[in-house]
């Protein structure tokens, strides 16, 4: 220790003993010095006597001292020669004083933390008098340079050694030293050598205060504070070399390495690098550039210096880091702890003082005084750079040049590795914005290029790390700076280089860009700066800004300016790719895009800007209401220009947007806070007369604070708002106000005596510096004038002269201006010469300084919430505002330019624009980049194929890497792209050498159908030399044929099975399309037709919900493709169709899906639309075939099967039919026989197949073998009932019990009607008989309500002949009625006795529900103009009565009456009695009939008659007309004939039917024989025997009321008396006959009147014999004498003889069954009709009658007791 305690003083020795042997201190002006190192070396020597003398320097250096007991170094004693040696005016001397001292700081052997007793300050120690004698060394240029070197050797081996300790003022002293020899060195290399020490102290101040904090926080952390032991094991870890003389020799050295020595070679790390086009030099001196100045120097001078910056560098900063900087050591050996928070406070401020003084509240907010010093030397820094440059073209050798860039590159060194410290501190923060922001709003737009590269990586580092602080700043910076360089025309290539290349780094990082989009162009108060910001990249790609008007820019300066806007470009659409990443699906990983987004394991580059989130980040805004507030922006913005041009129309815009009050004081407090208004147009506003406008202006001056302020300041923030109008009223109205609030706001001034002086006097100024500073005006007011043009203003009175003539100073020194607004632009000026360009440039730059100066002063105290972007949407915005620039630019670049870089960089720019409108759905974007996109790779333009250029292949490589990387979000954009792809095969194929000619001819424009021809083959012309020009096409698509296009374009197919179910929906759609297109050329193609083909296999495994989803286009389109009229394409679309259905149909199905009929449909629409025989047949063919091969996998396919065999069953192909029908007859026999559960779905579809099959007539045997396939159906419905039942049914509303009724019942009926209705007599006769043998055979199985369906079907036979068209075509076309008499007599006949041996059979099922419809149809068949289908009419009710009466009920036999009743009415033929010659013919129906049923043919035909009667009488012009209404009129009347007569049949045949009903078997032909017997019997005296007689007990009389029997009397007699009617009127019958109405005898009703009176009475009788009917003998016997008697006055008023004749019988009927009666009776009756026999005998009467009137007369005798009985017998 003793040793150690020693060395220090073998220092000083020696060094003492060095000063004593220079000349110069031998001089007599140097005895102080001389003496005071002789005293120092005694004291010293005296000291090292106890030990042993060193023989030299020891190879390594002691450590320092720990030897407290001694007192440690006496500076007192050591330093005063080392003082005065400083002093002298040796170099020499000063050289070894600096050095000792320099050591012994260097090793600890003098900390200096003694308070210095020889200075006057309380608080200062030594080693700030150790510092301020080192910087005193330098005195200024003249210092020689072995000083300056040493100078700074001490200087950092204080402000780095981690021995002593310096703070505040020292430390500025020290730095100022060393940038002061920095400035005054003339040797580049010493000045390198200050550089690099200021960097190294600069850093280790900041890095101190780093640690510092650190360690601090992990003291707090830990609970204690933590010390660092100074005096540990070993030394320092970088000890000086072992020789200490080593050092002197290295003063005698000359200048170093610098790029060694600091780091400082090249420019700064962010500075933007020099232009490509070198007009200027780099900002910073390069790495090698100082060493090449320096070669002349002397070879040892390099060494020199690296070994002192390696030794100071080695020896005290790594300590650094393992040492405390809160624990130093003191002499004592002790440790000296200084609180983190606690600092020193009883030091004294030393030199610099003025700039080191803060206030208590500033040093309150430092936790340490490291963080003082660091701060003080950063606003010492700012200062620095902030003062002006000479003006002119600086001097690069200057000193305020080289001061500038020398703060600018400390600061920027600073400002790239901050802490964490520098970074948080409030006043750090504070600094940051009110001196180095200041400092850069000037500098950033200095014309000195060096200083704006430093300028702009500040900005940059700024930018990357104190954003969420400096919002408004960067703001300014933005809109005041870059971008007017960008966009006025005269700023130089160098400026704008280096802007854009500092807007390159800030488009390549993804945080910045959203920050900037949602911090500015979302903000109120905010410039849109990424929207502008775009939109000056875009236009400088296009080359705008670097066109003819910019002076001085060579070809490639222009080229390298324009790749590096689209470089800009491209980066924010990358940045918008990787923000929105995650957002992202890739269906194929294997294409991404390039640099689609960097591994998350890949480190960031040191020079990107780092993304720091603002503190104030706003978390909870969601990108909707970001983009609420762009769109209010966007409305408030488009309400300022309004404004700008009309400001009444932009208020009331603004107000009608809600966003602006109509109040005044809402106007005025807009037209203070928004600056982008128009100043001259605001002042026009406020000085406007108008009542509205001037409360406007009196409230947008009142918002004004004058208070306490001078005038002509009122007057300047007074018109800082706005420019003066022009008008002199607008002026007087403005400064009226002024004064008036002026006085308002200052009412203690005594200096106006009232507003009108203020008035007057402002008015004044006005003029004064209009005057002063208006070019215009030649002669200048001068002081004098203006004092008496103000004279008796104030009441009468003068203001001042010295008030007057202040004023006059200031408006002359400082013209009164508008304060500089964020709306301030450059001039738009273009200069004619380079040398005007840059005149206009500096002017321009000067304003831009100004203005950004004012905007950043003002901003430094605004505090601006900063939000840290989050949101991924925010992307969507972003590219909706900028979509359109980027499109521009990079189609621009992509038609103008042919440069390979410019092509790649606007393909990538689309590419990921691409990508962006994908990701965020936005459609019109999409396809805009995507059309784009086409448009360029040439294949669907216009243009020759020869055109193609490698910027047109790259475009096709794009295009299809865009397919493949982003399918799933193309959409509709899918349609441009695969029509790329089409033409490129086509491409291809010519690049493979296929004559064009062979592949298609052009086509103009669109094809028919819409789609898009192809027009690249258009402009070439193959016709002369054809094999050079096919030659060079071949050249030209020869890349096209490439095995990496080939393979992408497979892949884009292959990979189709990746994209998701909406992207391969689009991606089928489109290519549908595009192959419609092709086959919609004169020569059509098939390539797309094909790869649906391909994806329709790759996709077969989708899932079967998109499956459907993509057959329901495949289907349609294969729809369209097999009905094309080009056999070869319908047959391959067909045959594809087999393929895949073969493939699809093999996968199976479950029960209750439908995939199989969706995909089998288009067999059916082909089969149905196609009529080409060729086609048809392979479509049966190829179901066939899968029926043949997949018929245990079909499942809903049936029905498909069906359709088709269903339309080929009516086709005259007989080998169509043929095979068609055996297939359908080999799925009845097989399938339905032994699997029918898989068909239930199609049975109905089976039947209607068999149906078609049976009605095609061209061939009858298939016809019966689909009838008999029908009635196996029906064996199979029977037999397996419960499958129809269990089977699910999609119709859910179908009860279970009625699903076998509706699924097969129901449809083998109405199929079977069809068959008959539609087929030739043997055909339907069939059918006919197969349908009611199912229903005879199963019909005990139908439930009641089927019934009514099934005879709703049968009553079908019968609705061919009910329709009106169809009796009007039988009638135009009387061929016709032969087919429908064979109808009517054949199948409807039949079908009617049928369906009563039905009704029978199922008596008591179908009564209840269906006797009333069967009446119904059995009254229409009566009224039929068929004869043989009325007396079959009539003979089924009769059957059908007699049949089922005993089980008829009374309601049942009211509706039999009934219907007995109207079809009586109906069938009376009344038009007998009417009918005229050439008239109109009457209804057939008696109109005043009460039942009015369905029209008869007959009375549709006297309706159509009658109308073309009228009208052929009303439009009678000529003979032939005539003729042809006469033959009408003849062929009418024949078939009205035709139908009276048979309806006069009619009623024959339904008297017959009511007398079989109630008497059957007893029948009137029988009665009338036996009343005609016995008659001839008693006129022949003879008996007959009992038995001969009717039995009257039988038919259906006991079940019919008395009412009942009534009505059919009714009828009876009603029938009756028109046939007496008839029969009486001769005129008519004549009439009649003379027409041709029944044949050649005259036409009567005799049977009619006959028969229906015997069948009436008949009835009456038996009622009046009926025992069980007394109750209505009086009203049968009343009715019974009425009819008698006007029978018997009838037959006396006939006068024909042959009439008479005819009423025989009937008078025997009536005479014999009045005899028959009791006495009582026969009196009654003998005594109404006695006159009237006794006139009847008058007559010339036959036997028979006689002999009955006879046996009549006689019995009259007894009754009335004329005779006596006896007399009878």
């Not at 909870?620 to 983009?627: A, C, I, K, L, S």
């Not at 954009?973 to 592949?999: F, H, K, M, N, Y």
């Not at 992408?1048 to 909406?1062: H, K, N, P, Q």
Request: a negative charge; hydrophobic letters at 40%; glycine letters at 4%.
């Amino acid at each position: 220790m003793q040793k150690t305690g020693t060395t220090k003083e073998m220092f000083i020795i020696k060094a003492l003993e060095k000063i004593l042997q220079e000349r110069e201190t031998k001089k007599p002006h140097h005895s102080q010095l001389r003496k005071a190192c002789q005293d120092a070396l005694e004291e010293a020597k005296a000291q090292c006597q106890p030990a042993a003398a060193p023989e030299g320097v020891s190879s390594a250096l002691p450590l320092p001292s720990q030897d407290t007991a001694g007192g440690g170094f006496q500076a007192d004693k050591y330093l005063l020669p080392f003082e005065l040696a400083c002093q002298s005016k040796s170099a020499k001397i000063i050289v070894t004083a600096l050095d000792c001292l320099q050591k012994l700081i260097a090793y600890g052997h003098l900390t200096g933390d003694r308070p210095d007793p020889t200075s006057p300050t309380a608080g200062q120690r030594q080693i700030d008098r150790i510092v301020q004698t080192v910087c005193g060394c330098f005195t200024g240029a003249h210092t020689d340079e072995e000083v300056q070197l040493q100078i700074l050797k001490a200087i950092l081996t204080v402000l780095t050694s981690q021995y002593v300790e310096v703070h505040e003022g020292t430390v500025l002293q020290a730095v100022r030293t060393c940038y002061n020899i920095y400035l005054a060195s003339k040797n580049i290399v010493y000045q390198t050598t200050a550089k690099a020490t200021l960097t190294q102290v600069i850093n280790v101040l900041f890095m101190r205060m780093e640690t510092q904090a650190q360690s601090a926080e992990t003291s707090e952390t830990n609970g204690q504070a933590e010390s660092a032991d100074a005096g540990g094991d070993g030394g320092p870890p970088g000890a000086p070399p072992d020789d200490p003389s080593s050092a002197d020799g290295a003063a005698d050295g000359a200048p170093p390495d610098t790029a060694a020595a600091a780091g400082e070679g090249g420019p700064p790390n962010g500075v933007p690098s020099s232009p490509p086009a070198g007009d200027t030099a780099s900002a910073g001196s390069s790495a090698d550039g100082p060493a090449e100045q320096a070669a002349g120097a002397e070879p040892t001078a390099e060494t020199v210096v690296r070994s002192i910056v390696e030794e100071l560098v080695d020896s005290a900063v790594p300590s650094e880091a393992t040492a405390s900087v809160s624990s130093e050591p003191r002499e004592n050996g002790s440790e000296r702890s200084s609180a983190p928070n606690t600092p020193k406070m009883n030091r004294r401020m030393s030199q610099g003082s003025e700039d080191a003084s803060e206030s208590d509240m500033m040093t309150a907010k430092f936790s340490h005084i490291l963080q003082k010093d660091a701060f003080l030397v950063f606003r010492s820094l700012c200062k620095l750079s902030m003062k002006p440059l000479p003006e002119g073209t600086p001097d690069p050798k200057s000193h305020e040049l080289r001061s500038k860039v020398l703060s600018l590159e400390l600061l920027l060194s600073i400002l790239q590795s901050p802490g964490r410290v520098f970074t948080s501190n409030e006043m750090f923060i504070t600094a940051i914005k009110q001196y180095l922001c200041v400092a850069l709003s000037k500098n950033g737009a200095s014309s000195v290029p060096e200083v704006f590269q430093l300028s702009l990586a500040i900005f940059l580092a700024l930018l990357a790390n104190f954003k969420q602080h400096l919002k408004k700043q960067i703001e300014v910076f933005f809109k005041g700076i870059f971008l007017n360089l960008l966009e006025t025309p005269s700023s130089s290539f160098e400026h704008k280089w280096m802007v854009i290349q500092v807007l390159t780094r800030i488009c390549a990082d993804a945080q910045s860009v959203v920050d900037i989009y949602v911090n500015y162009d979302c903000d109120f108060a905010a410039a849109n700066i990424f929207e502008r910001l775009v939109a000056d990249l875009s236009k400088m790609a296009h080359g705008r800004q670097t066109g003819p008007e910019q002076l001085g820019v060579t070809v490639t300066q222009e080229r390298s300016i324009r790749l590096k806007a689209l470089e800009c470009l491209v980066g924010l659409l990358k940045c918008m790719v990787e923000w929105s990443r995650e957002l992202y699906v890739n269906p194929h990983s294997q294409t991404n895009l390039e640099t689609d987004r960097e591994t998350a394991d890949e480190p960031v580059q040191p020079a990107s800007l780092a993304t720091y989130g603002s503190q104030n980040s706003l978390a909870n805004n969601t990108p909707q209401q970001y983009e609420s507030l762009k769109h209010k922006k966007e409305i408030w913005e488009q309400g300022i220009d309004m404004f700008n041009r009309k400001p009444k129309r932009g208020l009331a815009f603004l107000q009608e947007q809600g966003l602006l009050e109509a109040t005044p004081d809402s106007i005025a407090a807009f037209f203070h806070d928004d600056h982008r208004l128009d100043r001259a147009v605001l002042g026009d506003y406020l000085g406007d007369p108008d009542q509205h406008n001037r409360e406007v202006m009196y409230a947008y001056v009142d918002r004004l604070d004058f208070n306490d302020r001078d005038f002509v300041a009122a007057l300047r923030l007074f018109l800082d708002g706005f420019r003066l109008p022009g008008e002199a009223q607008k002026i007087d109205r403005l400064m009226e106000k002024f004064a008036s609030r002026y006085c308002e706001c200052n009412p203690n001034q005594n200096l106006f005596a009232s507003a009108d002086t203020a008035y007057v006097l402002a008015y004044s100024i006005i003029m004064l510096t209009t005057d002063l500073h208006s070019a215009q005006v030649k002669h200048k007011m001068t002081k004098e004038q203006y004092i008496k043009m103000n004279r008796g203003i104030n009441d009468s009175k003068d203001l001042p002269e010295d008030y007057l003539s202040q004023i006059y100073d200031e408006i002359a020194g400082n013209e009164i201006k508008m304060k500089v607004t964020a709306s301030a632009k450059p001039g738009k000026q273009v200069a004619q010469s380079e040398k005007q360009r840059r005149l206009l440039f500096n002017l321009e730059m000067e304003q831009m300084s100004l203005a950004a100066k004012s905007l950043m002063e003002a901003a430094s105290h605004v505090q601006a919430e900063f939000t840290c972007a989050t949101h991924v949407e925010h992307v969507r915005p972003m590219f909706k505002l900028a979509w359109a620039p980027f499109l521009a630019a990079f189609s621009t670049g992509l038609q103008d330019c042919d440069d390979p870089r410019v092509d790649e960089l606007c393909l990538d720019g689309i590419r990921c624009a691409i990508r962006i409108a994908c990701i965020f759905q936005m459609k019109l974007e999409r396809d805009a980049y995507v059309q784009a996109l086409a448009r360029f790779t040439l294949l669907t333009a216009n243009a020759a194929i020869t055109e193609m250029k490698a910027k047109n292949i790259d475009t096709i490589k794009t295009l299809i890497s865009v397919a493949q990387t982003d399918g799933n979000y193309l959409g509709h954009s899918w349609l441009d792209i695969l029509r790329c792809i089409s033409q490129l095969e086509l491409a291809q194929l010519i690049g493979t050498g296929v004559r064009p000619g062979r592949l298609a001819h052009p086509a103009k424009g669109k094809t028919a159908d819409g789609g898009h021809g192809f027009h690249f083959l258009e402009n070439i012309d193959f016709t002369g030399n054809a094999e050079r020009r096919l030659a060079s096409v071949v050249e030209s698509m020869g890349e096209t044929n490439s095995q990496s296009v080939v393979v992408a374009v497979d892949r884009i197919f292959t990979g189709s099975i990746r994209l998701d179910g909406d992207a391969v929906v689009d991606f089928v759609d489109a290519l549908c399309h595009v192959s419609r297109d092709e086959l919609a050329q004169p020569q059509p193609r098939m390539f797309s037709l094909t790869k649906l083909v391909e994806i329709s296999y790759y996709n077969m495994g989708r899932i079967r919900l998109q499956w459907s989803r993509i057959w329901k286009i495949l289907g349609e389109h294969f729809n369209r493709v097999g009905c094309n009229p080009v056999e070869e394409i319908s047959f391959f679309a067909v045959d594809s169709l087999r393929q895949l259905s073969m493939k699809f149909i093999e996968k199976g199905e479950l029960a209750n899906f439908r995939f199989q009929k969706d995909f089998l449909r288009p067999f059916e629409y082909i089969m149905k639309s196609n009529r080409s025989p060729t086609i048809q047949d392979m479509v049966v063919r190829c179901v066939a075939q899968m029926v043949n091969s997949q018929a245990r996998n079909i499942r809903s396919g049936w029905n498909n099967i069906f359709s088709v065999f269903h339309l080929a069953a009516s086709g005259m192909d007989e080998s169509v039919v043929e095979l068609s029908f055996q297939t359908t007859g080999s799925i009845i026999s097989t399938v339905f026989e032994n699997h029918l559960a898989i068909v239930i779905d199609s049975f109905q579809d089976s039947i209607k197949c068999l149906s078609e099959f049976a009605c095609n007539a061209q061939f009858p045997d298939t016809s019966m073998e689909a009838i008999r396939l029908i009635r196996s159906c029906a064996r199979y419905v029977a037999d397996s009932p419960h499958l129809f039942r269990d089977h699910n049914i999609e119709d859910k509303t179908i009860p279970e019990e009625d699903r076998v009724w509706v699924r097969a019942w129901f449809p083998i009926m109405f199929e079977l009607s069809c068959i008959v209705n539609r087929c030739k007599l043997d055909v339907r006769t069939r059918a006919l008989t197969v349908m009611f043998e199912i229903i005879k055979t199963y019909g005990m199985t139908y439930r009641q309500h089927w019934w009514k369906d099934l005879f709703q079907i049968l009553f079908r036979i019968f609705d061919n002949m009910k329709l009106p068209e169809q009796q009007l075509e039988i009638f135009v076309h009387p061929d016709n009625q032969l087919d429908k008499a064979e109808w009517m007599t054949t199948t409807c006949n039949h079908a009617l006795y049928a369906i009563i041996d039905v009704f029978t059979q199922y008596h008591d099922t179908l009564q209840p529900i269906l006797l009333e419809p069967l009446y119904s149809q059995l009254h229409w068949c009566v009224r039929q103009d068929n004869e043989q289908l009325a007396r079959s009419g009539t003979n089924c009710l009769e059957n059908l009565v007699i049949s089922n009466g005993v089980k008829f009920r009374p309601e049942t036999w009211d509706q039999t009456c009934r219907c007995m009743l109207d079809i009586f009415n109906s069938t009376i033929p009344h038009q007998l009695l009417t009918w005229r010659p050439g008239e109109a013919g009457e209804p057939l129906t008696d109109p005043k009939s009460p039942h009015s049923p369905t029209d008869s043919p007959s009375e549709i035909m006297g309706r159509a008659d009658s109308m073309h009667s009228i009208n052929s009488i009303g439009s009678q012009t000529n003979d032939d007309k005539n003729r042809k209404i006469m033959k009408m009129k003849v062929h009418q009347d024949h078939q009205l004939f035709a139908g009276l007569l048979i309806r006069c049949v009619v009623q024959l045949e339904l008297i017959q039917t009511i007398d079989n009903i109630v008497f059957f078997p007893t029948t009137s032909r029988k009665e009338d024989a036996e009343n005609l017997a016995q008659a001839q019997a008693e006129a022949l005296r003879q008996r007959l025997s009992d038995d001969a007689q009717q039995r009257e007990d039988q038919g259906m009389y006991p079940y019919l009321s008395a009412p009942q029997l009534f009505q059919l009397i009714d009828c009876l007699m009603q029938s009756h008396r028109f046939a007496k009617r008839f029969n009486a009127d001769h005129d008519q019958r004549n009439l009649l006959w003379r027409a041709g109405f029944k044949g050649n005898a005259k036409p009567n009703l005799l049977k009619q009147e006959t028969q229906s009176l015997a069948c009436a009475l008949r009835i009456l009788f038996r009622l009046y014999t009926d025992e069980a009917r007394r109750a209505e003998w009086p009203q049968v016997q009343q009715r019974l004498i009425a009819t008698c008697r006007e029978a018997l006055e009838y037959y006396l008023s006939l006068q024909s003889e042959a009439h008479r004749d005819a009423w025989v019988a009937l008078l025997l009927l009536f005479l014999t069954r009045v005899q028959k009666m009791d006495d009582e009776r026969f009196r009654a009756h003998a005594s109404n009709y006695y006159p009237l026999l006794c006139e009847v005998m008058c007559f010339d009467l036959k036997p028979e009658l006689r002999a009955v009137l006879r046996k009549f007369f006689l019995r009259i005798g007894p009754v009335f007791n004329i005779t006596p009985p006896a007399a009878t017998t």
